[in-house]
């Protein structure tokens, strides 16, 4: 097995003293944060928009469960392939295809008349949008070294939940002034946006890049060490489903989504319905979860990557901080399931979304420490684990739900989830990678 230790010389990378200082990285990490914001405020504003669509639609509970997983099986499906094309294409083209489409779909989602047509453009919707955050990853790895990777992943993921977060409030407010249809059209008109400005700045290379001095070149160059010690070209996708540590980084992070595609289907719906809330009042406490994960993805990512250097392991590093996360993650399910207000409830939400979200840049750094120059296609097998969890977690939850009489029981499974999760990053190793140099 391939044993790594830190070593600080990767990011002091020497150079002229009287040569142009550059820090043209920043604007790649303020893309992809960016990126990941309006992913998940175009992916969240629908469980904000569900009790206007189903009662215009004329949609039951399970036909929007359906709805909401139709996007995860079409995510799920072409994810891997899209990581896979962005380790060979690059990732400024795919980007720019992938937010494009997304946000069209996102503009069409207001236009729909009835279920099969919502149906069809949310799946579309979801192929649209799988690869984006592979391929981010990607990008980010190219662009940093090895030593800021869990702070950067996190800085993306942190994006990512400050558009969960601001979406439901967001939504509300715009579908009372606007109506449903017009806000999804405003949303996806954001996305177009984005791709202009970064079609026109990024490079997938820092040095075909005319922003990026010499300095700043050298840092990253010698921080990428870790990349050229595999192949020079990304590898066969069948050496993925060989991998033990991969099918563990798999069923690891479909524990991870479980609970979290709950937050961003039916959370809205059950302080609505089971403690009494107004829809503005449930808009606002939604935000409170993914708020409490955009911390967390920040400081997941600081603190494995301070772990990483004070014990010179990469496996303790990042393992310990997955562990740690996915329990305290089930004492938060646990304590919402019994409950009674809806504001412990929502807090409880909050500690365990904030809890599993520690371990989210964690697990896609250790994706990319594995994978290496096939790192788009690593995270992509990861991310379909994800999808496979957005499936199933909307619909159990509605089953649940009408089952039991509430969705409390939904939390009492997450609790066994997580914990399934925490053993599983025991089997995890970012030390191992994909192909041996």
């Given amino acids: 097995?391939?044993?790594?230790?830190?070593?600080?010389?990767?990011?002091?990378?020497?150079?002229?003293?009287?040569?142009?200082?550059?820090?043209?990285?920043?604007?790649?990490?303020?893309?992809?944060?960016?990126?990941?914001?309006?992913?998940?405020?175009?992916?969240?504003?629908?469980?904000?928009?569900?009790?206007?669509?189903?009662?215009?639609?004329?949609?039951?509970?399970?036909?929007?469960?359906?709805?909401?997983?139709?996007?995860?099986?079409?995510?799920?499906?072409?994810?891997?392939?899209?990581?896979?094309?962005?380790?060979?294409?690059?990732?400024?083209?795919?980007?720019?295809?992938?937010?494009?489409?997304?946000?069209?779909?996102?503009?069409?989602?207001g236009v729909v008349r009835g279920y099969w047509s919502l149906l069809a453009v949310r799946f579309v919707f979801g192929a649209a949008e799988a690869g984006a955050f592979p391929t981010l990853a990607r990008a980010l790895a190219r662009w940093f070294p090895l030593a800021q990777r869990g702070r950067t992943t996190g800085v993306m993921w942190m994006g990512a939940r400050l558009g969960g977060s601001l979406a439901p409030p967001l939504a509300v407010y715009m579908i009372a002034g606007l109506g449903w249809r017009s806000t999804f059209f405003v949303f996806g008109l954001v996305g177009v946006v984005w791709c202009w400005f970064f079609w026109s700045w990024y490079r997938d290379e820092p040095s075909q890049h005319p922003a990026v001095g010499p300095v700043e070149r050298a840092e990253i160059e010698a921080g990428r060490l870790d990349l050229r010690s595999g192949p020079a070209r990304p590898v066969p996708l069948l050496e993925v489903f060989r991998s033990r540590n991969m099918w563990a980084l798999f069923w690891?992070?479909?524990?991870?989504?479980?609970?979290?595609?709950?937050?961003?289907?039916?959370?809205?719906?059950?302080?609505?319905?089971?403690?009494?809330?107004?829809?503005?009042?449930?808009?606002?406490?939604?935000?409170?979860?993914?708020?409490?994960?955009?911390?967390?993805?920040?400081?997941?990512?600081?603190?494995?990557?301070?772990?990483?250097?004070?014990t010179g392991s990469l496996r303790w590093g990042r393992r310990s901080v997955g562990v740690g996360g996915f329990l305290l993650a089930s004492v938060g399910f646990g304590g919402a399931a019994v409950a009674?207000?809806?504001?412990?409830?929502?807090?409880?939400?909050?500690?365990?979304?904030?809890?599993?979200?520690?371990?989210?840049?964690?697990?896609?750094?250790?994706?990319?420490?594995?994978?290496?120059?096939?790192?788009?296609?690593?995270?992509?097998?990861?991310?379909?684990?994800?999808?496979?969890?957005?499936?199933l977690s909307p619909i159990t939850a509605a089953w649940l739900q009408q089952t039991f009489g509430s969705f409390n029981a939904m939390f009492a499974t997450a609790v066994g989830v997580y914990f399934i999760g925490a053993l599983l990053w025991f089997l995890i190793d970012p030390e191992e990678p994909l192909v041996k140099a």
Avoid: K
Avoid at 39 to 44: A, K
Avoid at 274 to 285: A, D, I, K, N, T
Avoid at 351 to 359: E, N, P, S, Y
């Fill in 1 to 109: 097995m391939t044993q790594w230790r830190y070593n600080a010389a990767v990011t002091d990378a020497p150079g002229p003293s009287t040569a142009r200082r550059t820090n043209a990285r920043r604007i790649v990490l303020l893309f992809a944060f960016s990126a990941a914001f309006i992913t998940y405020l175009d992916r969240v504003c629908i469980s904000a928009a569900a009790p206007s669509m189903t009662a215009d639609l004329g949609l039951s509970t399970t036909q929007m469960g359906y709805v909401f997983s139709i996007f995860a099986l079409a995510y799920g499906v072409f994810e891997i392939p899209m990581g896979w094309l962005g380790d060979r294409t690059g990732q400024r083209s795919l980007l720019t295809r992938i937010v494009g489409g997304w946000s069209v779909f996102t503009v069409l989602t």
């Fill in 252 to 310: 690891m992070y479909f524990c991870s989504a479980y609970g979290f595609f709950f937050f961003v289907t039916w959370l809205p719906t059950y302080l609505m319905d089971e403690h009494g809330l107004s829809l503005e009042r449930s808009g606002v406490y939604s935000a409170l979860p993914l708020f409490a994960g955009a911390i967390a993805c920040l400081t997941g990512g600081a603190v494995s990557d301070w772990l990483v250097q004070r």
């Fill in 340 to 391: 009674h207000d809806p504001l412990a409830a929502i807090l409880w939400l909050a500690f365990a979304q904030g809890a599993q979200d520690l371990t989210m840049p964690v697990a896609w750094a250790t994706c990319v420490d594995v994978g290496r120059h096939s790192g788009g296609t690593t995270t992509g097998f990861m991310n379909t684990a994800s999808s496979l969890s957005a499936m």
